[in-house]
């Protein structure tokens, strides 16, 4: 499971801990935080495009030009971040407009302060200075990757093409999610990868790569640039949206749920019939909705439980029961920090150095809970939390019938046995 199915629509995304880095090209102001860092890459020929036409979701996007007779245009670089990270995944929407014809498009870079990309194009890594993962498009718009390591055969970097199921090509004139990830090598060892996946499928994927002989060089910046395999017979441009990187797996957006009020008075244990765990088992059209509320992803299933329903047809009415439901997860939430808060400590799990132990939940917000455990405190995000755990400390705190049924609803809805 991606972090994008945790924010519909992309909404907070940048509020989750894993992610460094979120665009969307909304504020006026958008390029300041792009200038972050130790600034080598420019910014360069580009425009702020509004309106609902040519925005993926808000109103606004990025336009990067390729101009008749030129091999590059528009730039559109970070700075470099200190320290940087070991791992990186950049995910990123893009739209090319009618006749493209392909060429270089975005890369994550690990930069020493004295190398910078693509001045230092044709030069070897050493090792200490630099690495890049990159990914191009052939003159058919097919995803490609081209990267400077430790082991390619000359100056310039090696290249790719997808190895993971069938070839896919780009499609000009509507959205396409792209998401590319890196991994570092330990010093000496032959352990660094990267990935590539299109519209959420992994479509390539390399292993065994050598990027570095030191732990100072780290992934600290990401860029977009609009370049062409030849020089461009006339004006061309693509717009790119909705970037995010993170140190995980991002995958694609996902819609924002559709708020349905629930009827007043309507009992939740009628919302679920008894059977209706075997029923999801056999609907197919339900079957991403069921996955992602055995995930734990509660947010999305609604989501999806509430597209289902907007098709219409017999089962509209029993898909949006679901999504009610699942909606009140929040509730066993305020449950738990309820109960903490009046200082009860109910007990669970956590992981201390890769040993699971037993500890008390000395406190718990909106945020986290924090489990006492052998001296140690250990945070815990509420998406951490697997449905078990998050059911277990919710019955321990539960107080009431009302309460219990609930709990028995969701986890009739989540796919849990009783």
């Known amino acids: ?25 909304e504020r006026a102001n958008w390029r300041n935080s792009w200038l972050e860092g130790n600034v080598r890459w420019r910014l360069r020929d580009l425009e702020r495009v509004e309106g609902r036409d040519v925005a993926l979701v808000g109103n606004a996007a990025c336009k990067l ?7 590059y245009g528009s730039m559109l670089g970070s700075g470099k ?29 690990a930069l020493d302060e004295r190398t910078w990309v693509p001045g230092d194009a044709g030069k070897r890594p050493t090792g200490t200075d630099k690495a890049v993962f990159m990914v191009c498009l052939d003159g058919e718009l097919r995803p490609q990757v081209y990267y400077y390591h430790l082991d390619q055969r000359g100056g310039y970097g090696s290249g790719g093409k997808q190895n993971v199921g069938g070839t896919v090509a780009l499609e000009t004139g509507r959205w396409h999610c792209l998401e590319l990830a890196v991994g570092m090598n330990d010093p000496g060892e032959r352990n660094g990868w990267q990935k590539l996946w ?36 006339g004006e061309q441009f693509l717009l790119v949206d909705n970037v995010v990187v993170a140190t995980g797996y991002i995958g694609p957006m996902v819609k924002r749920p559709v708020k349905v009020a629930r009827k007043e008075g309507e009992s939740v244990w009628k919302l679920i019939a008894e059977k209706e765990r075997a029923r999801q088992a056999g609907d197919g059209s339900a079957g991403e909705a069921v996955r992602l509320a055995k995930a734990g992803d509660y947010a999305a299933a609604a989501a999806a439980y509430e597209e289902l329903a907007s098709g219409g047809g017999k089962d509209a009415e029993r898909f949006l029961s679901m999504a009610h439901v699942l909606k009140r997860v929040g509730e066993l939430r305020e449950w738990i920090v309820d109960g903490v808060n009046a200082g009860r400590e109910p007990k669970t799990y956590v992981d201390i150095m890769g040993v699971r132990l037993r500890g008390k939940v000395v406190s718990a917000d909106e945020a986290r809970l924090t489990v006492a ?5 250990v945070g815990l995000r509420w998406e951490e939390l697997s449905p078990a755990k998050l059911f277990s400390l919710a019955r321990k705190l539960a107080a009431g019938d009302e309460q219990e049924e609930l709990l028995r609803a969701l986890r009739k809805a989540c796919g849990m046995e009783d």
Request: net charge positive; hydrophobic share 35%; aromatic share 14%.
């Open 1 to 25: 499971m991606g972090i994008a199915t945790r924010f519909p629509s992309d909404a907070g995304i940048s509020s989750d801990r894993s992610v460094v880095f979120f665009e969307g090209f």
């Open 81 to 109: 971040r200190k320290p940087g990270w070991k791992t990186m995944h950049m995910r990123w929407y893009v739209r090319f407009s009618p006749g493209y014809k392909g060429g270089k498009h975005a890369s994550i870079t």
């Open 65 to 71: 030009v390729l101009k008749a007779g030129q091999l």
């Open 198 to 233: 299109v519209n959420g499928q992994l479509k390539g994927e390399w292993k065994d790569l050598r990027w570095r002989t030191a732990e100072s060089l780290n992934w600290n910046s990401w860029s977009f640039l609009i370049g062409s395999n030849d020089k461009a017979p």
């Open 373 to 377: 455990c052998m001296g140690n405190e």
